[in-house]
């Protein structure tokens, strides 16, 4: 035995709920701490059958949130105000009293906050808040119809057990129909408010490091990217981004590369696909070293850089990389171009720098002296790198000795070219969770990464690491794994994005196509504009006798009030058949019925006066023929 | 409690207050003849009220006796109408029919005098036994209501309703109307033999002239007028009634018995004698059984039958179409 009122208050709270948690981390303060309160509140007062906030309280408190935000309201901030004011309405009609009227109103606004929250995230919980509330809202809906008739109503346990099969088939098949449109129906891909607001910029693959510039680097959680692959040695995934070729003054920067031949040789062939998070990057990372790109336009540089446009969408590239092979530069490089230098070295770096240089034979036994130098110099990897502007490098390697992967690599590629070997600095990410279940990296903004390459006998560009040759690098890079609570979200996130996401125009049409292939396979290669056009057209003339039906709705109901008049008559006087040249009157007279009569010169009033049945002529007709045949009865 | 209201639907079937003008004079003349004074003749009456308000002219096909004068006059007496009487012959002529100038010696000049067809009601017996060229003067003036003697045009009085009876048994010595004067006729009719019992009556009761003279004037020219013009204006015509209309003459046309059907003529006639009905009826629409009851004293008369269906008779042949045809109904 549950009460009705009990039932409906439930759902109002759960369903008020769900509309707000989607939105609690956008909401400020006040709607923040005001939802939950009114929450609470409103749970104990239900209790007492009391309300704390009186109508006149309510609307006074409506209106002056409502101006409040209303004046916060610009072109650029819009939605914020919006969700804002959505959750305070949503926590007075908690507060205030509920009837018959005020459920509906929990309701919509609980559907229009999470609505509202779809403008500002497109994550895949958003169907985890949709489906229950669906379901509570249907159930609401039920209950109000009780509700409505008795507000006093009790239900009893099969009662209700009876009724709870209502509420979950309707959303059940609403969610199939759902499932349905959903590859049907057109689609936006990123929230849609966002296409007003360009994407924030967020820290990622930049063409310009001024090492020291920042205290420390940001440990980003936030995925960079995802790259279904097959797993591949940890240590060796170096996901490449930009090459840095030149020093501008303390800034290493991207100059356009000279022209150079390059060829990549030996090595592994391994076949990745990419989907970067949007962003204002413009560069395409790719393992390391890449041979091609294919699934996005794209330009592509002599030193493997492979730039498109900045990524204001999903979307996703295929990529092809040789792993570990060689880049051969067959017609050697610009070596004045890569041994670039600053105006001035400090002192102790010549020093260093003339030592290496003075005992080694060759670039290989200078590049071995070098990463000797450093390991000797017991560096260490830490993101809290301190500020120092003034000379990174004398500081990096001579006063704090802690730094993280800028500090290394340009600390490197410096003194390799002071030493006389062509040299450039690689941006890209470092590793990265491998998700088994989904069989993809997850590579985040922290594991953005600068590396070394060098020219090593004027012939084959060798990758080289100095981070690695930190004395904690074994900690630093002991590749924390993905615990798998945090894979498994991931992986549904991923496919999420995947399947729904970035399922856009083109995936639907290729979707129609392949059906219309598999319908026709000799004659649909694709649904060309003008075959389109023609389809509409005769799906346009199918349906416009409805339409034009749907206009002169009237005759169909005459019609249909006739048909069931005639039956009737049928029916009530025995008769085999109404020919179809007998008319009204003369089937009255036949049937010799006084209510028969009426109808007769009721309806032939209407029709043979070219008009529709009025109201009242319509409600007198079904009156008419509930008489129909039964004079006998009456009379006799 | 308030008091109660009308039921809001007036209810036409019943009651006169559909404002059609002269509705129950009309009425009352149809039921006094037809219960009072001229025992089942009622459809016949009917069919010359109809004739009467659809400003058409009616003609009675039936052998002598059966009481074409007797209701020729009644209809006079009770419609307040003056009556003249034409006695077709086969040597009659135009003139006795128009009427002729003669010269008034006591003023010096040819007067003209009135025929018999300056009436209002003109009962022309054994129209059939005229000549060709007496049948088509009559014919004229039933349609231009209007009559030229010597150069000078005569107005015929208004109403101008001609009964016109001719005996279909009788073949030698006559001259059948062609089908084109036929079609002139708005309706054809008989009367029949009245029932057994009716007839009975009669016998008993005998002749009834000198009563028929006693029967008051119920309407006159003016509320004929009246009732026309009712007919005329007030009754609503419907696309679907005229659409069954048009079906019907259309099937006439292309049914296999038949050579010529009805022209748009007899559809035009049709139609005013439906609306006719309408009025009888005290509807202000006309329903399609109006113009199923009235399909066959209205077109029968108009249709020319195959030669090989010759013996066929016309108004069976039109019975069956019209039974066939699907109405309007919704």
Not at chain 1, 598 to 604: N, P
Request: hydrophobic content about 45%; some cysteine.
């Amino acid at each position: 035995m549950v009460r009705l009122k009990t039932l409906l208050n439930l759902l109002a709270y759960g369903v008020s709920l769900l509309g707000f948690l989607p939105l609690a981390a956008h909401l400020d303060a006040p709607a923040l701490v005001a939802f939950p309160l009114a929450l609470v509140v409103g749970a104990v007062w239900d209790r007492r059958e009391e309300f704390p906030l009186k109508p006149g309280f309510a609307t006074l408190f409506t209106v002056a949130a409502f101006v409040f935000y209303a004046a916060q309201v610009s072109r650029d901030h819009l939605i914020e105000p919006a969700v804002n004011l959505l959750v305070l309405l949503l926590a007075v009609r908690l507060l205030s009293a509920k009837g018959g009227r005020e459920y509906p109103q929990i309701f919509t606004l609980s559907l229009f906050a999470l609505a509202a929250s779809s403008l500002l995230s497109l994550g895949i919980a958003y169907l985890f808040y949709l489906a229950p509330m669906i379901v509570g809202i249907t159930a609401g809906l039920v209950l109000l119809s009780f509700y409505k008739v008795d507000p006093e109503a009790v239900l009893e346990r099969r009662e209700l057990r009876r009724l709870s099969g209502v509420f979950f088939a309707l959303p059940a098949t609403s969610l199939l129909l759902m499932l349905a449109f959903f590859f049907i129906l057109p689609r936006t891909q990123q929230p849609l408010w966002n296409f007003l607001q360009p994407t924030a910029a967020a820290s990622g693959l930049s063409d310009r490091v001024i090492p020291g510039s920042l205290a420390g680097a940001l440990e980003e959680r936030r995925p960079a990217f995802r790259v279904q692959s097959p797993p591949l040695p940890p240590q060796e995934l170096y996901w490449r981004g930009v090459v840095l070729n030149h020093l501008d003054d303390r800034a290493w920067e991207r100059r356009t590369p000279p022209r150079e031949r390059t060829r990549v040789e030996g090595g592994e062939e391994v076949r990745q696909t990419f989907f970067p998070e949007p962003g204002p990057s413009q560069y395409l990372p790719l393992l390391d070293l890449p041979l091609e790109l294919t699934g996005v336009r794209h330009q592509r540089d002599g030193d493997l850089v492979f730039s498109g446009r900045p990524r204001e969408r999903r979307l996703s590239y295929e990529g092809v990389s040789l792993f570990g092979g060689r880049l051969v530069a067959e017609d050697g490089v610009d070596r004045e171009f890569y041994l670039q230098l600053p105006q001035q070295i400090s002192p102790r770096v010549e020093a260093a720098i003339s030592r290496i240089v003075s005992a080694a034979a060759g670039d290989r036994e200078t590049i071995a002296a070098l990463e000797d130098f450093f390991i000797e110099r017991r560096l260490t990897y830490s993101l809290d790198a301190g500020l120092h502007a003034e000379d990174p490098v004398d500081h990096f390697l001579f006063e704090s000795r802690r730094g993280y992967c800028e500090h290394f690599a340009t600390s490197f590629v410096l003194m390799l070219r002071r030493a006389g070997i062509p040299a450039r600095l690689v941006g890209g990410y470092y590793g990265g969770h491998y998700n088994a279940m989904g069989g993809y990296y997850l590579v985040n903004e922290s594991h953005a990464h600068l590396w070394v390459e060098a020219l090593v006998d004027g012939r084959e560009w060798v990758r080289l690491d100095p981070t690695t040759l930190s004395h904690n690098a074994a900690q630093a890079f002991g590749g924390s794994g993905l615990n798998w609570r945090r894979g498994l979200l991931d992986a549904v996130d991923h496919f999420w994005n995947r399947i729904v996401i970035t399922y856009d125009l083109q995936q639907q049409i290729e979707l129609f196509r392949k059906a219309g292939e598999r319908a026709a396979p000799e004659r649909w290669s694709a649904p060309s504009l003008p075959s389109a056009a023609a389809l509409a057209g005769v799906a346009l003339i199918v349906a416009l006798p409805f339409m034009l039906r749907g206009a002169g709705n009237l005759r169909g109901r005459e019609q249909r009030l006739l048909r069931r008049y005639l039956n009737l008559v049928r029916r009530r006087h025995k008769l085999a058949e109404i020919p179809p040249s007998m008319g009204l009157q003369e089937l009255a007279e036949q049937v010799d019925d006084p209510a028969c009569r009426r109808f007769a010169a009721i309806f032939g009033g209407a029709i043979y006066h070219d008009r529709p049945l009025s109201e009242e002529e319509f409600r007198e007709c079904r009156e008419v023929m509930k008489r129909v045949g039964r004079r006998g009865k009456d009379e006799g | 409690m308030s008091v109660l209201k009308g039921r809001g639907v007036p209810d036409r079937s019943e009651n006169d207050g559909t404002g059609l003008a002269c509705r129950g004079e009309v009425l009352h003349v149809l039921h006094l003849l037809s219960r009072r004074y001229l025992h089942g003749k009622e459809e016949a009456v009917r069919l010359s009220l109809i004739a009467l308000l659809a400003e058409g002219h009616l003609l009675l096909e039936d052998i002598p006796g059966v009481g074409k004068t007797t209701l020729a006059l009644a209809l006079s007496h009770a419609l307040g109408l003056s009556f003249g009487r034409i006695q077709c012959t086969s040597d009659i002529l135009p003139s006795d029919i128009t009427g002729l100038s003669i010269f008034d010696r006591d003023e010096s000049r040819f007067r003209f005098v009135h025929g018999p067809i300056f009436h209002n009601l003109v009962l022309t017996d054994e129209i059939n036994r005229a000549m060709p060229k007496t049948q088509s003067a009559l014919l004229e003036a039933m349609e231009e209501r209007r009559v030229t003697v010597e150069g000078k045009t005569y107005r015929l009085p208004d109403p101008f309703l001609v009964v016109a009876t001719q005996n279909p048994s009788e073949q030698v010595g006559t001259f059948p109307l062609p089908e084109s004067q036929l079609d002139r006729f708005l309706i054809s009719a008989g009367l029949g033999y009245p029932p057994a019992e009716i007839e009975k009556a009669i016998i008993r009761g005998g002749s009834i002239r000198e009563e028929i003279e006693k029967i008051p004037p119920i309407l006159g020219a003016e509320q004929i007028a009246a009732a026309r013009r009712a007919v005329r204006e007030q009754i609503h015509l419907s696309e679907k009634v005229i659409d069954y209309i048009h079906a019907l003459v259309c099937a006439t046309r292309e049914h296999r018995f038949i050579a010529s059907g009805i022209s748009p003529r007899g559809a035009i006639s049709l139609a005013d004698a439906s609306k006719a009905a309408a009025f009888l009826e005290g509807r202000d629409y006309v329903v399609p059984e109006d113009v199923k009851a009235l399909a066959v004293p209205v077109g029968a008369h108009r249709l020319i039958l195959r030669a090989e269906h010759e013996p066929l008779k016309k108004k069976e042949v039109l019975r069956s179409i019209v039974a066939d045809l699907p109405v309007p109904r919704g």
